[in-house]
Each structure stands twice: as structure tokens, then as C-alpha cells.
């Protein structure tokens, strides 16, 4: 069937634009974006929109984080013929121009969580390597994926207070991904949930410095075996420098005792000429990211589910009560991250996941934890 999109000169694919070129119900394309505060803990934001072809859906969350609390507020409803329009219930993102300007809003009241904030770059985005993952001889995750590091300006309200945001006091980071990931509902879940135990050992490392900005991403096996390796150094545009690759990271994380959450970690680095580069990371805050953003099997919610036309919800979670922080040692958590580099010192999100046996660390199971 014709597209309003097939006017235009932009196919991948022998189809029309209303087709994207998988049957894979899993098939998604979204934006995330952070809010990173400079030096103290009270608040963080991430929010996000999807569209899900093959699900004829759509959806978007904003979570703000205040202390001990989250907020959110998450809207879904069918998918439209209008896909240059990022927009479901309050939430709406408004591209000003691609890869430079990106407006946020989120409506509410005085009281609710609502934002209105321009994000712009401070380096060139990045584009990460192609991220595939696999449970068994299924592909679960075939994404690609480009980074965006930059600063905001705007403003942010939630549980009765307000931040502006600037350039001087905040970073914001920005995810673009599309591809196939576990969206809408649940497969049957067969022989590989059954022979194969849950497994995860994760990093996404996006950081802000004065001069520069820096990205590590790493995934591995089990066994310590790397499944996916990306390391780099950004410059401002205006410099003329290109992206320089820092080698094979290797990453000494600080678990709380008790637990797998970070504390801080010490990122080991190389440049061409074989210098070596550390980063030293210290965590301020933490947002688990399957309370209420929909991520890693959030019981409430998760995208790309149909919950009807016109959903949207309000809710605050409490991280302290015993119910919800006891699914938080099963999500990837976005930490904020002070890094100091030399004499730089930037900030930028802490993103880790430990979930299973990972030999390099030491977790023999799925309930193992630091000493």
C-alpha cells in the first residue's frame, strides 16, 4: 500500500515505506535521552519515544528521578501514517535540525512531571558498532545505533520542583536505535529460557569532558569472551580532529559490598601511539531502568505493548520500598557519572547491567554478589 513517505526519495527497501524490510514483530526504532546533573544526585531524567511497525504501535515515557523517587509519566496508542511526527499523548519530540537540535517536551501541570528542553551537540554523534545478541541461534537484538553527547537548555518539573537547565550544569546524551530487540509482548518462551540461565555483563559509558568526550561500550559472555567492543574519543566539530579509537577497554568496576551495584570504576585505555588513557568514574545517583521506563522486564509496563488507544498514566515509584528494590538487581541502571581524565573533569551516564555468571568478576550464578 502507498505511504505518504513514498513521495519521497528515502527507500532501504524494495516496499513501500508503510513496511519495514523484517516480519520480526520485534522490530523497533527510537529515541532516549538523558539528563545528567553536574555533581549532585537529586534528580536525572531519561525519556523516550518508539514507534513499532509491526506492532501498529507507538509510545513514550518521561522518568524523573527526585531522590529517592521516580516519576513518570508513559503514553501509548496505535500507530499513525504521520511517522515524521514523534508525538504520543503529552510527550512530543520536535527535530529543529537533525543531528544538531532536538526539542524535548513533555506537558503536564505545575505538580507532574513535564519538561520543555533543547538538546544540541557537543561533538559529532557517533555512530557504534552494529550490536547483535543472541539466546541460542535466535537473534534477540540486531541493532545499529548512533550517540549523541551535548548539553541542554529548557526546563524540568517533577514531585514540586523545578531545574533550568544550561550548558554549564547539565549533559545530556541522546540514544537513536533501531532494529530488533524484545518489544510488545512476550514470546513463548521455548527451549532457550529453559536451557539457557539469564545472562548479561553490560556497559554504556557516554562522558562529557571540557576539550573532548568519550565513549566505551562493552558487552561480554559468561566466560569473559567480548561480544562487543567500541571505544573512542570525540572532538568538537570546530577542531577538525577525527574520532580517535582508544583500543580494547578493560574496566575495574567498584560493587558496593553485598550487591552488583557500582560505586565507581577505573576505565583502562590506549591511544594510536600506545599512551595509556584512565578515566576514573565515581556513581552520584542511580535510575534503574525497569521501574517505570519499560526497560528489562518492568512489570508494569514495557514498549511496544497495546494498551489501547489514548494510554497514558501517571505514577511515582518509591526505590526504597522492599517491592520495587527488589527488582532492581535484575535491570541495567543508568548511574551519573563524575569522570575525571587527566585534568578534565566531565560527566556523563555509568550504564552497567550484571545479571548471571561472569567469570572475570567473579559472580558464579544469578545471585552472586560482591564480597
Request: charged share 25%; with cysteine; net charge negative.
Amino acid at each position: 500500500m502507498a505511504h505518504p513517505l513514498d513521495e519521497y526519495p528515502i527507500h532501504q527497501v524494495p516496499l513501500s515505506m508503510a513496511y519495514v524490510g523484517t516480519t520480526d514483530k520485534d522490530f523497533y526504532d527510537r529515541n532516549i535521552f538523558h539528563v545528567i546533573p553536574h555533581g549532585h544526585t537529586d534528580m536525572q531524567v531519561i525519556t523516550g519515544f518508539g514507534v513499532y511497525p509491526n506492532l501498529g504501535t507507538r509510545d513514550a515515557y518521561c522518568c524523573v528521578r527526585v531522590g529517592t523517587q521516580q516519576h513518570v509519566v508513559r503514553a501509548s496508542d496505535a500507530m499513525d501514517d504521520d511517522r515524521m511526527r514523534m508525538e504520543v499523548g503529552p510527550i512530543r519530540i520536535e527535530v529543529i535540525e537533525p543531528l544538531k537540535r532536538v526539542r524535548v517536551v513533555c506537558e503536564g501541570g505545575p505538580d507532574d512531571v513535564s519538561c520543555d528542553m533543547e538538546w544540541t551537540p557537543a561533538v559529532p554523534v557517533h555512530d557504534e558498532l552494529h550490536h547483535i545478541m543472541r539466546q541460542g541461534t535466535r537473534a534477540i537484538l540486531d541493532a545499529s545505533r548512533f550517540l549523541g553527547i551535548g548539553r541542554w537548555t529548557g526546563v524540568v518539573r517533577a514531585g514540586g520542583q523545578q531545574w533550568d537547565l544550561d550548558h554549564e550544569h547539565f549533559t545530556g546524551t541522546r540514544d537513536r536505535s533501531w532494529g530488533i530487540r524484545p518489544v510488545g509482548e512476550s514470546q513463548p518462551p521455548g527451549r532457550w529460557a529453559a536451557e539457557i540461565e539469564p545472562k548479561l555483563h553490560w556497559f554504556w559509558i557516554p562522558l562529557r569532558f571540557d576539550d573532548f568526550a568519550t565513549v566505551v561500550i562493552l558487552q561480554e559472555e559468561s566466560s569473559g569472551h567480548r561480544t562487543l567492543n567500541d571505544a573512542v574519543r570525540m572532538w568538537p566539530e570546530s577542531s577538525g580532529r577525527p574520532v580517535e579509537q582508544l583500543g580494547w577497554p578493560q574496566i575495574d568496576v567498584r560493587y558496593r559490598s553485598g550487591t552488583r551495584m557500582p560505586e565507581g570504576a577505573t576505565i583502562h585505555l590506549v591511544d594510536r601511539a600506545r599512551q595509556p588513557i584512565t578515566i576514573d568514574v565515581e556513581v552520584l545517583g542511580s535510575m534503574p531502568l525497569n521501574v517505570g521506563c519499560g526497560y528489562g522486564g518492568d512489570p508494569d509496563w514495557g514498549h511496544g505493548q497495546w494498551r489501547g488507544r489514548d494510554y497514558c498514566e501517571r505514577v511515582t515509584y518509591d526505590l526504597t520500598d522492599p517491592a520495587v528494590a527488589g527488582r532492581i538487581p535484575f535491570s541495567v541502571v543508568d548511574h551519573i557519572a563524575r569522570a575525571r581524565c587527566g585534568d578534565q573533569v566531565g560527566y556523563g551516564i555509568f550504564e552497567h547491567g550484571s545479571i548471571g555468571r561472569h567469570d572475570p568478576t567473579g559472580f558464579a550464578d544469578l545471585f552472586s554478589v560482591a564480597p
